[in-house]
């Protein structure tokens, strides 16, 4: 199984692989620029060899990029519209040079213009997105918890996204279990049927990678508050179960849980244990 963790690249990606080596991890996740801002990191081609080497040696499955919490492709103002396209477009260039295959992405949030404008206005700039950038590189649509305008909650809202982009062969969903327990799915109590929902509207085979984090919030809350794994409503046992289902063995398990690379250690302990 691939587990890993969302880590730094603030001091270069061969550090961030040697970090989340040093955890017990064999995968990882970062952002691809800040998060906050539309600054990304310039590339060094040493450091992206001995980034790539250290993937090799270590024998890493598969790697994932986060988009920075700035970009909306449901905006409605222009402006933000069209910069959250270049930068993702931009991201899908950037990733390809370090191997990644996926990026992962929120929806979009409607600032008040409802659902149906704001799933066309998504399918409308993943389109322009993919009409600028044509590489085997997917994105990666992150199911969200419904907190304020969010889009992406339900299963239904991310298949009608998918079912109507021109390229829907590149898209792919990353399943938070924080954010779908919070949507108001029972995955504590209820696993095998909702993944049975999600495989009957989407496809299993979309999802391409899981975020691991215990949820503070009650399930159908609408909150996204992130647990350290055990410490929230899921508990242990739930993430124990998910890890050793057979058909994710090949997908990467990335924590985004509190503590950070204090708690992952322990944490990754624990998933492995048999």
Not at 27 to 52: E, S, V
Not at 72 to 90: G, K, Y
Not at 194 to 201: G, I, Q, R, S
């Amino acid at each position: 199984m691939y587990i890993g963790a969302h880590v730094s690249i603030a001091k270069g990606f061969a550090k961030a692989v040697q970090t989340a080596e040093s955890i017990g991890a064999n995968t990882l996740q970062f952002f691809t620029r800040n998060p906050r801002g539309a600054k990304a990191k310039k590339f060094d081609d040493q450091d992206l060899k001995k980034y790539k080497d250290l993937l090799k040696k270590h024998k890493f499955g598969p790697v994932m990029a986060h988009s920075p919490y700035t970009i909306n492709l449901a905006s409605p103002v222009e402006d933000s519209w069209n910069f959250s396209i270049e930068t993702t477009a931009d991201d899908l260039l950037r990733i390809e040079r370090l191997d990644v295959p996926y990026l992962c992405i929120h929806p979009g949030r409607h600032v008040g213009k409802g659902l149906p404008f704001a799933i066309g206005r998504i399918i409308q700039g993943l389109n322009q997105v993919f009409e600028k950038v044509n590489n085997n590189t997917m994105i990666l649509l992150e199911t969200m918890a419904g907190s304020g305008t969010e889009i992406g909650s339900t299963f239904e809202e991310l298949q009608d996204i998918i079912e109507h982009c021109k390229y829907k062969e590149r898209l792919g969903i990353c399943f938070d279990t924080c954010h779908v327990y919070s949507a108001g799915y029972d995955i504590k109590n209820e696993l095998q049927s909702v993944l049975d929902h999600f495989d009957k509207l989407i496809g299993i085979s979309r999802l391409k990678a899981f975020h691991l984090n215990d949820s503070l919030k009650p399930i159908g809350s609408k909150g996204d508050r992130h647990a350290s794994l055990g410490e929230g409503e899921l508990g242990i046992g739930f993430f124990k179960e998910l890890v050793k289902i057979d058909y994710f063995k090949n997908i990467p398990f990335i924590l985004e849980t509190p503590g950070g690379i204090e708690v992952y250690p322990k944490e990754i302990d624990i998933l492995r244990q048999e």
